[in-house]
């Protein structure tokens, strides 16, 4: 193992590959540079291994140091990155909503509607209380809309509850929604963008 940055890990999988102790550093420093910024929207990595399992390195040392090294590690990971069909993970709240039976329905289907997942209703008389999972991406303007929905009569909190991986179906949608926000071009990059 060279390194492990939070969840993710490099090691180091050659055999006999001439000055790679020498550019240890670099690579470790590139892969962490990956690990902060992934490829598919600059967000950080979790739970990536990368096996670095060959080299060419130049008998000359100056052609070894940080400016040769480091973009072609850091493109070679991101490359077979891209190459995986990397996962995008998005954030998660759990949503508490009492509310009166009456108005059960409205706000079940708002829930449902921010692509949430009823997980339980628990009744009490003329409250019920719906139990949910919904990503937090969509969870902006609920506050407003379940006010609208329950006439001002739920009560409702949420709290996080880890990561899921965005459906394959919005997954596109959400990776380019994400790069724009951060002033990208909203396509994904291909493998061969980070071909030397």
């Keep these: 193992i060279y ?7 490099l090691v180091n999988d050659t055999k006999g590959i001439q000055y790679l102790h020498e550019t ?9 540079e990956v690990c902060k910024r992934g490829p598919l929207a600059e ?31 850091r493109n ?7 190459r995986a069909n990397t996962a995008v993970m998005e954030p998660m709240q759990k949503m508490h909503v009492s509310v009166p039976n009456d108005w059960l329905e409205k706000v079940t289907r708002e829930i449902t509607q921010r692509r949430g997942e009823i997980e339980d209703m628990p009744s009490d008389g003329e ?39 965005v459906p394959r179906s919005l997954f596109e949608k959400v990776v380019g929604e994400i790069r724009q926000r951060k002033g990208l071009k909203p396509e994904i990059p291909s493998e061969s963008y980070y071909a030397d």
């Design 43 to 73: 967000e950080p990595l979790m739970s990536v291994m990368v096996r670095l399992v060959d080299a060419k390195l130049h008998e000359d040392a100056i052609h070894r140091g940080p400016a040769q090294t480091i973009p072609a590690m």
């Design 127 to 165: 409250i019920t209380t719906v139990i949910g999972k919904v990503p937090v991406a969509e969870t902006f303007g609920f506050s407003n809309d379940i006010r609208a929905a329950s006439q001002g009569r739920a009560v409702w909190n949420s709290e996080n509850c880890g990561f899921e991986e």
């Design 76 to 82: 070679a990971v991101k490359g077979a990155l891209v």
């Design 24 to 32: 240890k550093e670099l690579l470790i420093e590139a892969f962490n």
């Design 3 to 9: 390194a492990i940055n939070g969840t993710n890990v």
